[in-house]
Nanobody, 121 residues
Framework: QVQLVESGGGLVQPGGSLRLSCAAF????????MEWYRQAPGKERELVAG???????TYADPVKGRFTISIDNAKNRVYLQMNSLKPEDTAVYSC?????????????WGSGQGTQVTVSS
């Protein structure tokens, strides 16, 4: 059984920063890939950033240059550093990923519950 748990959300003023964490718990050999999504009220869920185990990252255009995704394989965690936050970044952020669960390469796919990020003065 694997569980993804997000943390680090909160209320921040425009221009501020937050670092989100996605921790993978359970029977885990390694994180294969992980994505951060966000969903604002009344809007579609959108992909924010993604990373694979080798460290190659991709970003959605609205966050390029402001957000950085990183992976800590030793701690089974993926981080999303968010700088220069804007009110339009307000959303519930969640992580979704693929985890390797044993030496045979078995995988688990799932999502966490999400963490609220509110950017407001």
């Amino acid at each position: 059984q694997v569980q993804l748990v997000e943390s680090g959300g909160g209320l921040v003023q425009p221009g501020g920063s937050l670092r989100l964490s996605c921790a993978a718990f359970g029977s885990i050999v390694s994180i294969n890939e992980m994505e951060w999504y966000r969903q604002a009220p009344g809007k579609e869920r959108e992909l924010v950033a993604g990373i694979v185990s080798g460290g190659i990252a991709t970003y959605a255009d609205p966050v390029k240059g402001r957000f950085t995704i990183s992976i800590d394989n030793a701690k089974n965690r993926v981080y999303l550093q968010m700088n220069s936050l804007k009110p339009e970044d307000t959303a519930v952020y969640s992580c979704t990923g693929v985890v390797i669960t044993d030496g045979l390469g078995s995988t688990w796919w799932g999502s966490g519950q999400g963490t609220q990020v509110t950017v407001s003065s």
